[in-house]
């Protein structure tokens, strides 16, 4: 005889089908990480892809020499030097529409390219009100410098895509993670739930699941 009345039996059988949150949402924790994270390598590939490009070292040209660009209102050109960029540079627009002004200004920042194991440093910035053909001639006291037209690369635009690139991947693993906590801590509760309706009958409605069905 049991002082205390018989040892409880065996755990209950409870199909996983019968727990409340569905693990559905265990696939919709898995989703949001996996966009999210892709999402990230998207971002990082197109700006490392964008970075590089903006150099156009095919049309490098020596000190003295010049090159031909095309800038719009909107646009904004730039000249790059072969590192290292030690001697004193110089660039001007030779060539041009009749009343256009373009601008030809140092960039705040410093901002360099690898590309093809070459290091370019970006050292000028041109601004047209006009969209036309420019030319463009650069030198230096030495003669020495090898130049590049290209795109203006900002840094502070490499730096956000840089920060997507992070972000948002540890933004959605973090959601993911939590969504698959909080579910699999409500599946419990209920699976104990549900063994104590076997044990003693129904006493009660079951856990707040939050809407998540």
Avoid at 71 to 99: K, L, T
Avoid at 119 to 142: H, I, M, N, S
Wanted: hydrophobic share 40%; net charge neutral.
């Amino acid at each position: 005889m049991y002082p205390y009345g018989p040892p409880p039996g065996p755990s209950p059988r409870i199909d996983s089908a019968e727990l409340r949150p569905r693990r559905r949402w265990f696939v919709v924790a898995g989703l949001i990480a996996a966009v999210c994270v892709g999402i990230g390598i998207v971002s990082f590939v197109m700006t490392l892809t964008s970075t590089v490009d903006s150099v156009d070292d095919d049309k490098a040209f020596a000190s003295g020499r010049s090159v031909t660009l095309r800038i719009g209102p909107d646009d904004a050109a730039a000249i790059y030097v072969r590192s290292p960029f030690i001697a004193r540079a110089h660039c001007e627009v030779v060539s041009g529409p009749a009343g256009s002004a373009p601008r030809v200004t140092t960039p705040d920042s410093t901002f360099t390219v690898t590309k093809g194991g070459v290091e370019w440093q970006r050292v000028f910035v041109l601004k047209a009100d006009t969209d036309a053909d420019y030319g463009v001639t650069c030198d230096d006291p030495r003669g020495a410098l090898t130049f590049a037209p290209g795109d203006d690369a900002d840094f502070a635009s490499f730096v956000g895509g840089i920060v997507v690139t992070v972000v948002v991947p540890l933004l959605g693993l973090l959601a993911g993670a939590g969504i698959a906590i909080i579910v699999g801590v409500r599946r419990g509760r209920h699976r104990r739930w549900l063994e104590a309706q076997v044990y003693y009958g129904h006493r009660g409605a079951p856990p707040a699941t939050n809407g998540t069905g």
